[in-house]
């Protein structure tokens, strides 16, 4: 299969966050240039690199969890949202299609509303339940691969509930 069909299979999180990786690698690369051709910093050239490294190896992982869909996706509508003092996550409450309660540990910075349906994105197998809230939600960070809105609850309808 070719590299644009199989771009076009990813989901819209996905191509996102490659993107976004693979330009922040370009920019920081690029940016380095600049300033070691006006300061003659080769350290901070080396760096830029390194990040650009950093960010192209990154990508291959996006890349390879899309093209093999080593990803689980969670779908809710969001019933709450709690921050626990002193914490940098927040644990988000769902209610899923079947009414069950789901509560995932985000970042911060995920702007969600109450009432609204989301769909999140999480690497294969990688989500922990040690138990700890503090350590599931560090041991978490890298299994999220991020999150949208959705229209409607449920995107792939069931053939067999039509009537």
């Given at each position: 299969?070719?590299?644009?069909?199989?771009?076009?299979?990813?989901?819209?999180?996905?191509?996102?966050?490659?993107?976004?990786?693979?330009?922040?690698?370009?920019?920081?690369?690029?940016?380095?240039?600049?300033?070691?051709?006006?300061?003659?910093?080769?350290?901070?050239?080396?760096?830029?690199?390194?990040?650009?490294?950093?960010?192209?190896?990154?990508?291959?992982?996006?890349?390879a969890t899309a093209?093999?869909?080593?990803?689980?996706?969670?779908e809710g509508i969001?019933?709450?949202?709690?921050?626990?003092?002193?914490?940098?996550?927040?644990?988000?409450?769902?209610?899923?299609?079947?009414?069950?309660?789901?509560?995932?540990?985000?970042?911060?910075?995920?702007?969600?509303?109450i009432g609204e349906?989301?769909?999140?994105?999480?690497?294969?197998?990688?989500?922990?339940?040690?138990?700890?809230?503090?350590?599931?939600?560090?041991?978490?960070?890298?299994?999220?691969?991020?999150?949208?809105?959705?229209?409607?609850?449920?995107?792939?309808?069931?053939?067999?509930?039509?009537?």
């Amino acid at each position: 299969m070719s590299m644009m069909k199989q771009w076009t299979l990813f989901p819209t999180v996905l191509q996102r966050k490659f993107l976004l990786t693979l330009l922040a690698g370009i920019a920081s690369a690029g940016i380095s240039v600049i300033i070691c051709v006006a300061t003659k910093d080769h350290i901070l050239l080396a760096l830029g690199i390194v990040v650009l490294c950093a960010c192209l190896i990154s990508c291959r992982g996006i890349w390879a969890t899309a093209t093999h869909k080593n990803y689980e996706v969670v779908e809710g509508i969001c019933a709450g949202i709690s921050t626990p003092m002193l914490r940098r996550y927040r644990k988000v409450h769902l209610i899923d299609s079947h009414g069950i309660e789901i509560t995932l540990l985000l970042s911060k910075s995920a702007l969600l509303k109450i009432g609204e349906p989301y769909r999140f994105y999480f690497q294969k197998g990688s989500r922990p339940v040690v138990g700890n809230d503090y350590l599931d939600a560090a041991l978490s960070t890298n299994s999220f691969l991020g999150y949208e809105a959705i229209s409607e609850p449920e995107e792939h309808p069931d053939p067999s509930s039509e009537s």
